[in-house]
Structures are given as C-alpha cells and as structure tokens.
C-alpha cells in the first residue's frame, strides 16, 4: 500500500497531457450544449412570439399603473402644498450708478440713494399705502401753536456693529447736516430749525413758524454718533466710512466689487433688525452707467430685477420678465425760463401751451403715462373735481397771441424787431425727453417757432448738468423732472424767493398772487384750508404758463417670475419707496404645506 501511495504521489507531481482524451471531452461538451440550445431556445422561439403580445399587454399596464400613481401623488401633494418666495435667497437688483459714496448724505445717483435706504434708517417713512408713517418713532405730539414737534423713539434699535441707536443719534445727524463745513444739500432745509434732547428716546424739534408739511421733512437717514463723532465736519465725505458705512436698516454692508462695467454693493440681511430680520438672505446692488447695460444685465441673468428704466420695450419682451408700472409723486415738465427775452410776454407762453398737443406727445412715450396739468401729483388735494384745468389745444388762439405779442409772421419764421423767434431746448439724456422734444419741434415748427436742443448726459464727468445748465439757467426751455413729494407743498419750486441760483424755482417765476397762497398754504395746518390755497395758486399758474405740465411720472420695475418685490397695488411717493416691503421680498421658489 505504501507502494501504491508513493506512485500515485509522484503521478500528481508529475501530470501527464492526453491530448485525445481532451478532444474526446471537448467533443462530448459540445455535442450537450448544441443539444440543450435546441431544446431549450430553439424549440421554444414559437413561444415566445405566441406570447409577445400578452408581454406588452402587462408591459403597458405597468406603465400606465405608474403615470396614474405620479399623478395622483402630484395631485395629493398639490392639494396639501403651494409654491411661495424661499427664504435666504440672493435678490440682485440693476439701477443707473455711479456709486462714489455710501454716506446718506451726499447720495445723489439713484444707485446711491438705493444703497442708504437699505443700509440706514429714518425717523419717519412711508409705507405700501404712500403714507407716512413711524419708522423709528413710536410717537409724535405737536404743540398747541403747530411750531414745535415731540418724537419718541423705540428703544430696541442696533446699529449694525450692535450699538444702540438713541436720541443723541438723531442730534448728531441734524447737527452735522446744519454744519456748512459738512456740505450736505438737505442744509437748506434745516437752518431755521432747532433740535432739543430731552433723553435718550426723545426729542424735540422747534420751528420759527408753522410748516405744515414738517413731517415729511423727517425722512432723513440717521447717521451713528459713535462712529462720526471724532470726524471733522469737513473730512465726512472723504472718510472710509463713505466706503464702509455702519447703519441700521435692514441690510447692512458687506464689501463691495468693481467690475469693467458696473460696481457691485454686496449686503446681508441684518439679523437684529428692530422690524424683523428680511426673507432676503443677500442683496445685491448692481450700479450701471448705462440703461443699455442694464437691458444687458437682464438678458443674461446676470441681476434678477431692476430700476431705472425709462424704456422698457426691449426687457419687456424677454421671457420671464415681467414689468411693473407704479406711479410716483414726481412730475415730467417743461419749463420756460420768464426771464429770456422772448418768454417774459406771458401771450408767448400761452401761445406755446395752446399750440402744443400734450395728449399726442404722451401716446408716443407708451407705458399709460398719468396726465399731469397741474403743478400738484394728481390726487393731493381733495378738491381735484373743482380745479382749474389747462387751456385746451386751439392752434388758432395760439397764433393770434403770438400776433399780438409782436412775433409777425415772415415766410416760416416768426420775428420780432427783426430778431426770429428761436427757443433754446435743454433737457438730460433719455430716450422719452427726446421724443417729447421731437413733438414740441413738431408742433411749434407751424406756428414759426425754431428749436435749438442741447441733451446733456449726467453720465459723463465732464458735464455738470447742475452748475452748467441748472443754476445759471442756461436755456430757453428745460425739460425736466421734479421729485414733488407726497405733501402739496410746492412753495421750493415756483415761490419766488426761490429764483436764486440755489432755489429750485426753475421758471424764475414772480407772481405776487402765487406767493401770497404757496406762503398762506404752507402755515395752515388744516387740510381744507390750504386746499383753498392751493387751489387759488393752481389758477394763478395755469393763467401765468410758467410750465407745460406733461405727465406724472411712474416706476417702471423689472422683475424676474422667479422673485417676489413689488406688491400690486403698492403706492409709491418715490422710486426708492419700493422698498417699504422689503422685509418681504424672496428670490427663488420652495414649496411649503398649506395651513388648513
């Protein structure tokens, strides 16, 4: 056995190859697996095309059990969900720049004045409604002589590095914005009025006189003591805090970009808001120099919404866009300057009233612009069914006063002394100013009247619209806007101690009549009285034509399907009161469960 064993061990050590054996067993393979495809495939090819169509049959049922379960879970799960604003999103908003500061106080582009009512608070704001309401005053008392004004403020406010805004706050600012050496353009308003302490949440103010719109004099940004305090009045502007600003609104500031083409002012939602933290998580604040950037911008979704655009035809027809119109308390006019030689006769004034056709001029802008005759926002005063109205088109009258005036007709011009008749017309950089230009050389061009334009772009460094044209009154005729407010209160643009190179009083106009009832206006705190007054003025400035009222102006707001900002039915006093429902806006949609 032990034999055997060995052999048997050294056969396995050494194994021997039988190529016939192997053929044989490859042989014998083949032949099983030929024999089991025939019986098992082959044969059974018949009955797989018998029952092909009972297999698509289930096939289809399967399919169709499926698309009704995802329906009925896509029902189920609407009847129980919505589609609402996410929270915590990024909103990026485009609006015409430059930004040079963020300091609220020397804010003058839209981009910048956008920035501070975001980053900084007021004591008083308007809300969705257009009316003024506490923002951070709880309450206000005034005197039984309507001269002196009593505020209380909340006490929950922070700034944004966490300090507490109080009165002293409040002080500080009106006490710089009084200081020359600060030069703020909100001084004027307040050299006659004095501030009083009384402790950290109240104040109160005192006025020389009545002024019954007071109140909406109280929407200046509140700037932080702690911060400005060892800062020179005359170093505010150039201070890194125009860079850099601490405030206490709803958004505060986190760092800013520059790109080619546009700056960028990135925000975040400040936490310890006293009204509530926003839905927005960040905001950006996109400043172009162009509204042909902006379009731009929309189209590549480079910003979700924006401001600014007074042609909207193009954006308007982009997919998921949609554009809001919202009235605003401004108005679009042209002014004539009473002190040129050809527009001191009021028969020439008159004239150009009667003979240009407003009503057309609007058609041609789009957008539904409001009619504006007046120098009041439709809708002030309360005896809008019994104000005078504009005279009506009449190009005959309009004519025959030029006659009378002495401008007799030569061939196609008019002259006068043998001088022609020829009207200077500026007007800023915009698409809708020089359509309404277009119409006045349209109109005026039968009646003999020749028109010179200039259009000056603000964009551009090198022309400053302000001390060039605006306060040497460097024109015949101005087409301009005037940021009228939410109070009747018109006294800053037609009374006449306002004619000066510092007043607004673009027309120069004198009318002892207007003075008396813009100053009788203004004292009188009662609301129908100074209707009476207002009213007596608006005759006297229809009659005298200082102005052709051409149309109330709007916000025209872009926005993206995928945001939610402006309510429908939000009144606004300014552009920049879109953002009275800020804490509300989302960018971005999530599905949350309906309550029952």
């Given at each position: 056995?032990?034999?055997?064993?060995?052999?048997?061990?050294?056969r396995?050590?050494?194994?021997?190859?039988?190529?016939?054996?192997?053929?044989?067993?490859?042989?014998?393979?083949?032949t099983?697996t030929?024999?089991?495809a025939?019986?098992?495939?082959?044969?059974?090819?018949?009955?797989?095309?018998?029952?092909?169509?009972?297999?698509?049959?289930?096939?289809?049922?399967?399919?169709i059990?499926?698309?009704a379960?995802?329906?009925?879970?896509?029902w189920f799960?609407?009847?129980?969900?919505?589609q609402?604003?996410?929270?915590?999103?990024?909103?990026?908003?485009?609006?015409l720049?430059?930004?040079?500061?963020?300091?609220?106080?020397?804010?003058?582009?839209?981009?910048?004045i956008?920035?501070?009512?975001l980053?900084?608070?007021?004591?008083?704001?308007?809300?969705?409604?257009?009316?003024?309401?506490g923002?951070?005053?709880?309450?206000?008392?005034?005197?039984?002589?309507?001269?002196s004004?009593?505020?209380n403020?909340?006490?929950?406010?922070?700034w944004?590095?966490d300090?507490?805004?109080?009165?002293k706050?409040?002080?500080?600012?009106?006490?710089?914005?009084?200081?020359?050496?600060?030069?703020?353009s909100?001084?004027?308003?307040?050299?006659?009025?004095s501030?009083?302490?009384?402790?950290?949440?109240?104040l109160?103010?005192?006025?020389?006189?009545?002024?019954?719109?007071?109140?909406?004099?109280?929407?200046?940004?509140?700037?932080?003591?702690?911060k400005?305090?060892?800062v020179?009045?005359s170093?505010?502007?150039e201070?890194?805090?125009?860079l850099?600003?601490?405030?206490?609104?709803?958004?505060?500031?986190?760092?800013?970009?520059?790109?080619?083409?546009h700056?960028?002012?990135?925000?975040?939602?400040?936490?310890?808001?006293?009204?509530?933290?926003?839905?927005?998580g960040?905001?950006?604040?996109?400043a172009?120099?162009?509204?042909?950037n902006?379009?731009?911008?929309?189209?590549?979704?480079?910003?979700?919404?924006?401001?600014?655009l007074?042609?909207?035809?193009?954006?308007?027809?982009?997919?998921?866009?949609?554009?809001?119109?919202?009235p605003?308390n401004?108005?679009?006019?042209a002014f004539?300057n009473?002190?040129?030689?050809?527009?001191?006769?009021v028969k020439?004034?008159?004239?150009l009233?009667q003979?240009?056709?407003v009503?057309?001029?609007?058609?041609t802008?789009?957008?539904?612009?409001t009619?504006?005759d007046?120098?009041?926002?439709?809708?002030?005063?309360?005896?809008?069914?019994?104000?005078?109205?504009?005279s009506?088109?009449?190009?005959?009258?309009?004519?025959?006063?030029?006659?009378?005036?002495?401008w007799k007709?030569?061939?196609?011009?008019?002259?006068?002394?043998?001088?022609?008749?020829?009207?200077?017309?500026?007007?800023?950089?915009n698409?809708q100013?020089?359509?309404?230009i277009?119409?006045?050389?349209?109109d005026?061009?039968?009646l003999?009247v020749?028109?010179?334009?200039?259009?000056?772009?603000?964009?551009?460094?090198?022309?400053?619209f302000t001390?060039?044209i605006?306060?040497?009154?460097?024109?015949?005729?101005?087409?301009?806007?005037?940021?009228?407010?939410?109070?009747?209160?018109?006294?800053?643009?037609?009374?006449?101690?306002?004619v000066?190179?510092?007043?607004l009083n673009?027309?120069?106009?004198?009318?002892?009549?207007?003075?008396?009832?813009?100053?009788?206006?203004?004292?009188?705190?009662?609301?129908?009285?100074?209707?009476?007054?207002?009213?007596?003025?608006?005759?006297?400035?229809?009659?005298d034509?200082?102005?052709?009222?051409?149309?109330?102006?709007?916000?025209?707001?872009?926005?993206?399907?995928?945001?939610t900002?402006?309510?429908?039915?939000?009144?606004?006093?300014?552009?920049?009161?879109?953002?009275?429902?800020?804490?509300?806006w989302?960018?971005?949609?999530?599905?949350?469960?309906?309550?029952?």
């Open positions: 056995m032990e034999d055997d064993d060995k052999n048997k061990w050294r396995f050590q050494r194994p021997q190859f039988d190529s016939k054996h192997v053929a044989k067993r490859a042989r014998k393979a083949e099983a030929i024999r089991h025939r019986k098992f495939i082959t044969k059974r090819l018949d009955n797989i095309q018998e029952v092909r169509r009972l297999v698509a049959f289930w096939l289809a049922g399967i399919a059990l499926i698309l379960v995802g329906a009925q879970l896509m799960q609407n009847s129980y969900t919505t609402t604003g996410a929270s915590d999103g990024t909103y990026a908003e485009a609006t720049g430059p930004i040079n500061t963020l300091n609220p106080l020397y804010a003058s582009s839209s981009a910048e956008s920035a501070s009512r980053i900084f608070s007021s004591l008083f704001s308007y809300d969705t409604t257009g009316h003024l309401n923002d951070l005053v709880k309450t206000m008392t005034t005197s039984a002589d309507g001269t004004y009593t505020v403020l909340r006490s929950d406010v922070k944004h590095d300090a507490t805004l109080t009165a706050d409040v002080l500080f600012t009106v006490n710089l914005i009084k200081n020359p050496e600060a030069r703020s909100l001084r004027t308003q307040w050299q006659d009025v501030l009083k302490l009384i402790n950290d949440t109240t109160e103010f005192k006025l020389p006189s009545v002024y019954a719109a007071f109140p909406h004099a109280l929407t200046f940004p509140i700037l932080p003591e702690h400005l305090k060892d020179a009045p170093a505010l502007r201070n890194s805090f125009s850099s600003p601490i405030g206490s609104g709803p958004f505060e500031y986190r760092l800013a970009q520059t790109s080619e083409d700056k960028i002012v990135n925000l975040s939602a400040f936490e310890h808001y006293y009204k509530g933290v926003p839905k927005l960040r905001f950006e604040l996109h172009y120099s162009k509204q042909d902006i379009i731009s911008a929309l189209r590549t979704g480079q910003v979700n919404a924006a401001a600014d007074s042609d909207v035809s193009v954006a308007s027809s982009m997919k998921n866009y949609v554009v809001h119109y919202a605003v401004d108005g679009v006019y004539f009473t002190a040129q030689p050809a527009l001191k006769d020439v004034r008159q004239a009233q003979s240009l056709d009503g057309a001029i609007r058609k802008l789009g957008g539904g612009k009619p504006l007046l120098p009041f926002v439709n809708g002030q005063l309360k005896v809008d069914d019994t104000l005078p109205k504009a009506a088109l009449n190009i005959k009258n309009a004519n025959s006063l030029l006659d009378q005036a002495g007709r030569e061939g196609t011009e008019r002259k006068k002394d043998g001088q022609p008749l020829i009207l200077s017309v500026v007007t800023t950089k698409a100013y020089q359509k309404i277009d119409g006045m050389k349209k005026w061009a039968p003999g020749k028109l010179q334009t200039t259009v000056v772009d603000t964009s551009d460094p090198t022309q400053d001390q060039n605006l306060q040497p009154r460097a024109y015949d005729v101005l087409v301009y806007e005037l940021s009228i407010g939410a109070d009747p209160d018109v006294y800053a643009f037609w009374h006449s101690s306002q000066g190179q510092r007043g673009l027309s120069v106009y004198t009318s002892g009549v207007a003075d008396d009832a813009l100053t009788s206006a203004r004292a009188r705190s009662e609301p129908e009285l100074r209707d009476i007054k207002y009213k007596a003025f608006a005759r006297q400035w229809l009659n034509v200082p102005a052709i009222g051409l149309y109330q102006s709007s916000l025209q707001y872009v926005e993206s399907k995928q945001v900002a402006l309510e429908d039915e939000q009144k606004l006093v300014s552009p920049y009161d879109r953002y009275s429902s800020i804490l509300y989302t960018a971005g949609r999530a599905s949350v469960y309906k309550t029952p």
